[in-house]
């Protein structure tokens, strides 16, 4: 098959060439759909008013395949000198020294980093264009990590979860990873830094585990784990990244981390790989998380609930 002539995409002011769009990134199998360097560029055209405002002022690490799935993986952190001018880079401290990362701030750069096969956008839960700077993340997350691909054990344990956060006050967002579990993301203020939501990350998903042990643990090695879905905190450190809402996965049928709305959530046909670049922009478009407050919470207040919690 050819991978065709180079074409040219449209996106706001810029116009980016699409090399080779024919390429097959993710190869049709056991009745998994194929799709193209061009598809997936269309695909992120199209989701790109959903996706960029979970992008935008973030660091990136980036997933690249260049040959497709069955080819080599790239985890890209430092934007190559011959990325245009144009797209946006952030500086920031790493041990020894610094490292420049991409940051996805326009459709243009969405449709750049498709044309470098970069299928999956993993960020940072912090900005680096706020006063707080990147040491302070204005997200956390709660990394649902089910025994195998039991889906119904992750669903069950984001409604246990989701209680649980609602007794702290802190609106708790749904999320498939494309892979096989669920992320719930909680929006913070930014005032506070790594260690401190970490801290508070963890002594939240002790509590969970704690009350439901038996299906529940905290324990890092798997071999401890015994059939429990892991509550995994560990995103929330600097530096640290999760894959951003409505970015593909790098598996067969390129499956996309989608964001839900909690009656999904308690769907049984709703699973981890449910939607696709096929069809993962309709899901964008119901607005799943409409009902999600705009402003980050403090945890201040969590903080002392959590501490009544657990006298």
């Not at 040219?8 to 193209?36: D, E, N």
Request: aromatic letters at 6%; glycine letters at 8%.
């Amino acid at each position: 098959m050819s991978d065709g002539d180079a074409r040219s995409i449209r996106a706001g002011r810029r116009t980016v060439c699409l090399h080779r769009p024919g390429k097959v990134l993710f190869p049709g199998s056991g009745g998994l759909g194929q799709y193209t360097k061009g598809d997936l560029a269309d695909y992120y055209r199209s989701v790109a008013p959903y996706l960029l405002p979970h992008l935008r002022g973030r660091p990136l690490m980036l997933e690249r395949h260049p040959d497709g799935l069955d080819g080599p993986r790239f985890m890209q952190k430092n934007a190559p000198g011959h990325y245009p001018d144009w797209i946006t880079r952030a500086e920031v401290a790493k041990e020894g020294g610094t490292v420049t990362h991409v940051v996805c701030d326009d459709t243009a750069t969405l449709l750049h980093l498709a044309d470098q096969a970069c299928l999956t956008l993993h960020r940072w839960l912090s900005r680096t264009d706020r006063a707080a700077g990147p040491d302070h993340p204005d997200r956390l997350v709660f990394d649902l990590d089910p025994a195998g691909d039991d889906f119904a054990q992750a669903r069950e344990a984001a409604v246990r979860l989701r209680e649980l956060l609602d007794e702290l006050g802190l609106p708790a967002a749904p999320m498939t990873t494309g892979s096989r579990g669920l992320h719930l993301v909680v929006p913070l203020d930014g005032r506070h830094d790594f260690d401190d939501v970490r801290r508070f990350a963890h002594d939240v998903a002790e509590l969970a585990a704690s009350r439901h042990p038996e299906r529940l643990t905290t324990a890092v090695r798997k071999k401890e784990r015994a059939g429990r879905l892991y509550l995994d905190v560990q995103r929330n450190g600097y530096a640290q990244t999760a894959v951003a809402p409505y970015t593909v996965r790098a598996l067969p049928g390129a499956p996309v981390a989608v964001p839900l709305s909690w009656e999904q959530v308690a769907d049984p046909d709703v699973h981890a790989r449910r939607w696709t670049i096929a069809d993962a922009v309709d899901q964008a478009r119901s607005g799943p998380w409409a009902a999600l407050t705009g402003r980050g919470r403090a945890l201040g207040p969590a903080r002392r609930r959590l501490a009544a919690l657990t006298r």
